[in-house]
Structure formats: structure tokens, C-alpha cells
């Protein structure tokens, strides 16, 4: 039981009822203590406090009556209290329940009369037809009300004469069974088995019987009838009605997490939505706007269904109260996705069942599958789930990727699951710049030829010139693409031949956001953050951005909290696939994902920071985005520091002796091989293939991962190596000949080859 005390306005608990003070105590403060024995409730105040004295003010300025009223109630309290119990009793429940589906009943018919009466069917199938703006429909529907109407009419204006033939087939029967009678007593009389007035009396008697029997059974009827059209109006109202949650029995109650979403759930949520327009085109259609919605299908943890949107009621419209249809459809805003297709008026809508998006997805394919490889050209990362629960991979080939969000959101582990699968092809050459430097890219050491890894002024230099090295390789592969008269860009078969120079290259730069805010100025006066044409960072990216694909060169970059300075439009518009986890704002999401995206209904903002780590929402060409949309939601695989650790020592062991520098030292020049097989000949006239090989691994390491057929591959047709006694051979003089003929191209100048 409470103690009863002094309020601060002098109030007392009065017994069976709390009092709330209308200044309720600062119970949050920390110096003061509740008096002992009192449970102090929290309360979320939102409006303004008022001073004792307007308190004292209010409370004059009420009636006299109202001022000590207690609760409100529209029944006494005893009826309430009777109700309730009687609610609770599955006997009185099933009453109210019959009670209530009988009623149900007796409305539908005299909706279905009226109906009937009116013509109902046809108004509200022009009402629809209008609603959708179908200009066709409507003209069928009009014209096929005209023609009932018009049957109706010629049917009254037979009704007279229907009347009188009916009367007439009555009065004929009569006078038959008058006839017949008379006859059956003639002939009775004249073949002397009865006489004529006995058999005109039993007639009479059987009459006078039948009246007698309508008299009896008459009472009954009469009491049976209200029976019998009950039980109708109860089989009708179980038929056409459902009845409301609270009379059926508890165990066939919906509970709200479960609501299964059905037609008349989707379009009530929509109804309901606040749009005038909607809601009008609703309630007049026939259906119910069934109409409006395609079929309801299974897809992964929830369903989904185009709505075709009625006439004067946008897209946008719909998108703008994602909340209110959200709990419309009584779940929570993030499992409630609304995207535009390409089809007019139509919005997608994708419901989770409740609570399905905070079951954790199984882990990534790359972990369970040991023998899963990667290709650069043909292979696709396997990366997480779409919300449909199929698997989600994404194409890397030439691509330059951005991913943002939120801190600690998932950034860094959805970027590093990418580029471990990448990882697992051998060709592939990764430069990372980890510009947060926690050892989340250590693993890349023995993967990537240069590994940066700090948040320091000094990191950001290296990572530019790592940039702007690769800006220096990107022209010189430009220029002997140019030389090498390919017509097919860089074909598979090049890229990863040996030594060929245009193998892919990745550069990854974490946390870029640090590059674009560093202060830090060079010799040659050029800053190195920043967005402007001088800025050393942000034009080695432009540079990369504009013609690296090409040259199979992408950067991918990772950046926290999008803004104009720390992510340069430019640079979020050079990327091709562009990937957002949570993001706090619309705004910031444009950023990430580009106006096209957010219009078409992607919502990074309404992922839930925290409790979606690791989900992104992605566009791009390197996804499988569903028709008509143009972003697509990916629920990534995590993949945690020992399974990336694992993954990790499988690609390094495919490039076996690579050294990793910290990019203040010179990456390593690209292998030259015919140079380094001059070298290894070193004076022999020719040399078994075998033995080259061997001598290549102890000149460079580089060269320890090479196979024979990579060798042979390598080298250009004209000192390719020959059989002779026995054994395949590599000439000297074939290897000068080629270096020659090498030379000699790498000196014509691009520029005059078109010149006669
Ligand atoms: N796909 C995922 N599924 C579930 N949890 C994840 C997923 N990815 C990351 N996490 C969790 O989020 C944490 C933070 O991940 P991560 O370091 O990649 O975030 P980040 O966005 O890069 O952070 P920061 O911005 O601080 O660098 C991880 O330690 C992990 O617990």
C-alpha cells in the first residue's frame, strides 16, 4: 500500500486514487531523494511546466463541477465493470459473437437490396474505373448500366401483363379442378359406385381439412419465421463479414506481431494513409481497391506487391509517409520498403514478416567453401543476402566503387568481404591505404604490393602518391594499349598473362574522408586535402576515376558521414558502384547513392543505425538489381577477423614471395620478362625452359608462383620455347631478337603514328 504524503502544492493521496501533481517532482535530479516508501514514476513532460500560480489559475477557471471529476466515464462504473466480466466469459463472448455476425448479416442484405435496387454494382464499377482514370472502363461500365436499367423498365412495363395471365392460369385451374370434380361425382353417381353429393361432400370435407391444417401449423410458422431469417442473416453475415477482433474467441484473435498481410490489410494500410485523394478512390471502388493491387508474392523474409495508384495521387506521396503505412501495415518503418518501378503510378512495396530482418543471415559462402575461386573478369563476389533471401553478388571488373555510413556500421567488413574474394584471384594486384590504421587491413600484408595504414598527416601523403603512382602506371598502360593495336581493350587472356602490364589493379583507400580533410601542404605549395583543382588527393582520385576502368585500374573508396567536404561531388559521382550502409540523413544519402537512387525510393536514412550493421543499400552495375528498380538492399555476410584472417593467408599463399611495402618506399617496378630471362641465360646459347624457371624464382620471387605454361604464355610467339634433343628449350638470340623488336615499338612515338 503507499504511504500517503504532502505533495509539494500541499495535495494529499487521496485512498483508491494516485494523484499526479501538475509540476511533478524533478525526479531526475540527482540531489534529490524520494521520501522513503514512494515509487516515483518517470515522465516525459513535452509541454511547458506550469508555475504553481497558473496551476491555481487553470484550476479556478474550471467549472466548479469539473475541478474534483476524477475520470471520465460515459457508463457507470458498475455497468463497466459487469461488462468486462462478462466479456471475459467464453459463454457470454459466443452470444455477443452470434449477436454481432447476425447483425453483420442483416446489413449485408440490406446493402445487397439496396444494391439491387439502385443498380449499386454498376455505380461502383464507374466510381472505380474513374478513380483509376480508365476513360474505356468507364464508357463499358456506363453503357452496361443503361442496358439493366433499360431490361429493368421493359421488365416492369410486362408486369401487368403478367399479373393477369398468372390470373388467368389461376382461375383456369380453379375452374379445372371444379370441372374434374364434378365429373369424377357424374360418374361416380352413374356407374352407381358412390352417389354425386357424397363425392362433392368428401371434397368439401378435404378442403375444410387443408384450412384446418393451415390453421394449425400456422402458429408455428408464424414463430418460426424471425427464427429461420436470423439463422439466414447469421449464415449471411459469417459468409460476408468478419467479425471485430474483440468478440472472437482469444485463441483466434490476431496478435499484432503476427498480421498476415492480405489484400484488404494492404489496401486498408493505404486507405488509411492519410491521402485524400487515395482514400476516396478507395472507398468508391467495388472492391475495395482490391483492383489496385498486383498478386501478393512470397519474397525471401516477407511478401511483396505492386499497387497501381489511382489517378491524382503520386508516388511520391506514398513515399513521404513510409511511417504511417509501416504501421498501417502494424510493423516497424525499416521493414517496410517502398520502391518505384518503372510502370506508371505503381509503387512496389516489400513487407518483412515481423522481426525476420533481426535474425542474423548464415555466413559467407567464401568462408564455408574452401575451394571457391575468384576471377576479375567473369566471377562475382558473393556478398550477402537481398531481401528476398537470395544470395547477393556483385561483378567487380572495372569498377570504382565508394561505400559509406555511419561509424561503426559495417564499412569496413563489407568492403574487406569484397576484396578477400577478390583476393582469391592470383592476378589481381591490391594497393590499400587504410587511413584509420587499427590493423583492419594488416591481413593485406603479403597480398597488396603497398599497405598504408594510419589516420596521420604523413599516411595521407603516402596514400596520395600511391594515387598518383598509379596515376603514372594508368598513362603507361594507356599508351602501350594504344602501341599493342589491340582492337578488344585489355582482354582476359592479356591481363593475366605474366608480366603483360595490364594485370587488374585495385587501390583501396579506407577511410578517405581523412585524405579529403588533410591540411597538409606540400614543397610544391599543392595541398593535399581538399576539393580543389590543386588538390593532390582529390585529382590523383579524378584522374583514376576518368580513364583507370579502361586500363583495368578501379579505386575503391570507404568514407564515414558523407558531406560536400569530406566527399567531393566529383568523386561520388565517378564511382560506379555506389554503396551506403546507415546513413543519418536524405540528405547524406543523396550523397552516397545519387539523387536517382533516393527518388526511386533507396533509404539508407531509414536503415537503423546500431541494429542493421552490415546491411547496405547499393547501386550500381556490378549488382542484379530487379527490374524497374534502382538500388537494391543487400544484408552482407560478416566475416569476422579469424575467418578473414583465413581467407586471407589462401590469398597470400597464391602470391607466394610478394613483398608488401608501406608506401614510403617505391612499389616494385613491374616484371620485365624478357629482360629477366636475358639475364638468367646469362651467356648460354639456349637453356631447357625448366632450368629458366628455376633461375627467374632466385632473380625476382615474384616469379615463384609462375608455372611452365605461364612462362610459355608470356613470352611473345617469336621466342617462345622450342623442342629440340629431347627437351623444350629457350634461345638466347630468339630473347635478344625480341627485346630488340620490343624496343623498337616502346620508341615510336604514339603521337606520330598517324603522321605520314
Ligand atoms: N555484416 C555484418 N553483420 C553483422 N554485424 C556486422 C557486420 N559487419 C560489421 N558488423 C559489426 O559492426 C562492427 C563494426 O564494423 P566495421 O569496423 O566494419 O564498421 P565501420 O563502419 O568500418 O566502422 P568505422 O566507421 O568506425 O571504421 C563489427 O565489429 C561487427 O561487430
Known amino acids: ?36 516508501g514512494t515509487a516515483v514514476e518517470r515522465a516525459e513532460i513535452a509541454a511547458e511546466l506550469l508555475t504553481p500560480a497558473e496551476s491555481d489559475a487553470v484550476t479556478r477557471r474550471l467549472p466548479a463541477g469539473a475541478r474534483h471529476a476524477g475520470t471520465v466515464r460515459l457508463l457507470p462504473a458498475r455497468t463497466l465493470a459487469a461488462l468486462g466480466t462478462a466479456r471475459r466469459s467464453p459463454r457470454v463472448l459466443a452470444v455477443i459473437r452470434v449477436s454481432v455476425v447476425t447483425l453483420q448479416g442483416g446489413r449485408s442484405w440490406a446493402v445487397r437490396a439496396w444494391d439491387a435496387g439502385t443498380h449499386g454494382v454498376y455505380r461502383r464499377q464507374i466510381r472505380a474505373a474513374e478513380a483509376l482514370g480508365d476513360q474505356d472502363l468507364v464508357r463499358n461500365w456506363v453503357q452496361a448500366r443503361e442496358e439493366a436499367v433499360e431490361r429493368r423498365h421493359a421488365r416492369l412495363m410486362n408486369l401487368p401483363k403478367l399479373a393477369v395471365g398468372l390470373l388467368k392460369v389461376v382461375l383456369g385451374g380453379a375452374l379445372g379442378v371444379v370441372v374434374f370434380v364434378l365429373v369424377i361425382a ?124 489511382p489517378k491524382g495521387v503520386s508516388t511520391n506521396e506514398v513515399q513521404g509517409r513510409h511511417r504511417k503505412l509501416a504501421e498501417n501495415l502494424d510493423r516497424h518503418q525499416h521493414e517496410v520498403f517502398i520502391t518505384i518501378p518503372t510502370a506508371a503510378r505503381t509503387v512496389r512495396l516489400w513487407i518483412a514478416d515481423s522481426g525476420a530482418l533481426d535474425e542474423p543471415i548464415g555466413p559467407s559462402p567464401l568462408v564455408i ?22 544470395a547477393a553478388s556483385v561483378s567487380l571488373f572495372q569498377m570504382h566503387l565508394l561505400i559509406t555510413g555511419l561509424s561503426n556500421q559495417g564499412k569496413t567488413a563489407a568492403l574487406r568481404a569484397l576484396a578477400l574474394w577478390l583476393a582469391q584471384c592470383k592476378h589481381v594486384e591490391f594497393r590499400v591505404a587504410d587511413l584509420k590504421g587499427v590493423g583492419d587491413w594488416r591481413m593485406f600484408d603479403g597480398i597488396a604490393t603497398t599497405l598504408i595504414q594510419g589516420p596521420t598527416d604523413d599516411h595521407v601523403i603516402a596514400a596520395t602518391e600511391m594515387l598518383e603512382a598509379a596515376v603514372a602506371e594508368m598513362d603507361r598502360r594507356i599508351a602501350a594499349l594504344e602501341a599493342s593495336g589491340a582492337t578488344d581493350g585489355i582482354t582476359r587472356d592479356m591481363a593475366y598473362r605474366p608480366g603483360s602490364g595490364f594485370h587488374p589493379l ?60 569530406n566527399l567531393p561531388k566529383l568523386v561520388r559521382e565517378g564511382a560506379h558502384l555506389r554503396i551506403s550502409l546507415a546513413l543519418g540523413t536524405e540528405e547524406q544519402g543523396r550523397m552516397a547513392l545519387g539523387d536517382k537512387a533516393i527518388d526511386s525510393g533507396a533509404a539508407p536514412h531509414h536503415l537503423r543505425a546500431g541494429l542493421d550493421k552490415g546491411t547496405v543499400v547499393a547501386t550500381g552495375p556490378g549488382f542484379t538489381v530487379p527490374q524497374g528498380q534502382s538500388s537494391i538492399i543487400v544484408r552482407t ?44 641465360l646469362n651467356g648460354h646459347r639456349r637453356m631447357r625452359t625448366q632450368e629458366v624457371l628455376a633461375a627467374l624464382t632466385v632473380h625476382d620471387p615474384r616469379y615463384r608462383t609462375w608455372t611452365f605454361a605461364d612462362l610459355t604464355n608470356a613470352l611473345p610467339e617469336t621466342a617462345k620455347p622450342y623442342k629440340t634433343a629431347g627437351h623444350m628449350q629457350i634461345s638466347a638470340a630468339r630473347i635478344d631478337e625480341a627485346v630488340t623488336e620490343r624496343d623498337e615499338i616502346g620508341d615510336i612515338d604514339p603521337d606520330d603514328q598517324g603522321d605520314d
Open 637 to 680: 555476410h560478416f566475416i569476422d577477423g579469424k575467418d578473414s584472417a583465413a581467407l586471407a593467408d589462401r590469398a597470400r599463399a597464391l602470391r607466394d614471395g610478394l613483398t608488401t611495402t608501406d608506401g614510403t618506399t617505391e612499389p616494385a617496378a613491374p616484371l620485365d620478362l624478357l629482360t629477366d630471362v636475358a639475364t638468367v
Open 1 to 36: 500500500m503507499s504511504t500517503p504524503r504532502e505533495d509539494t502544492h500541499g495535495t494529499h493521496d487521496e485512498p483508491g486514487g494516485r494523484v499526479i501533481p501538475l509540476r511533478p517532482e524533478p525526479v531526475s535530479s540527482p540531489d534529490v531523494t524520494p521520501p522513503p
Open 506 to 565: 585495385v587501390l583501396l583507400v579506407d577511410e578517405a574522408q581523412v585524405a579529403f580533410m588533410c591540411p597538409a601542404i606540400g614543397d610544391d605549395k599543392r595541398p593535399y586535402g581538399g576539393s580543389k583543382a590543386t588538390s593532390r588527393y582529390f585529382m590523383a582520385t579524378r584522374k583514376i576515376q576518368n580513364q583507370g576502368r579502361a586500363v583495368n585500374i578501379g579505386l575503391w573508396q570507404g568514407t564515414q558521414d558523407p558531406t560536400d567536404r
Open 186 to 309: 357424374g360418374m361416380a353417381q352413374l356407374s352407381g359406385a358412390g352417389t354425386f353429393a357424397g363425392v362433392i361432400a368428401g371434397v368439401l370435407d378435404f378442403v375444410g381439412f387443408l384450412f384446418w391444417l393451415i390453421a394449425v401449423a400456422w402458429t408455428p410458422v408464424l414463430l418460426g419465421a424471425p427464427v429461420a431469417v436470423l439463422y439466414g442473416a447469421y449464415r449471411e453475415g459469417s459468409r460476408r463479414a468478419e467479425p471485430p477482433q474483440w468478440v472472437r474467441p482469444p485463441e483466434r484473435r490476431r496478435t499484432r506481431d503476427g498480421e498476415m498481410i492480405t489484400p484488404s490489410v494492404v489496401v486498408t494500410a493505404l486507405r488509411d494513409l492519410g491521402i485524400g485523394p487515395l482514400r476516396k478512390a478507395i472507398t468508391a471502388m467495388p472492391d475495395a481497391g482490391a483492383a489496385m493491387l498486383g498478386p501478393i508474392t512470397l519474397a525471401g523474409c516477407g511478401v511483396e506487391v505492386d499497387v497501381l495508384l
Open 369 to 390: 567453401d574452401e575451394s571457391l575461386t575468384a576471377d576479375y573478369y567473369t566471377g562475382r563476389a558473393p556478398w550477402g543476402q537481398d531481401l528476398r533471401g537470395d
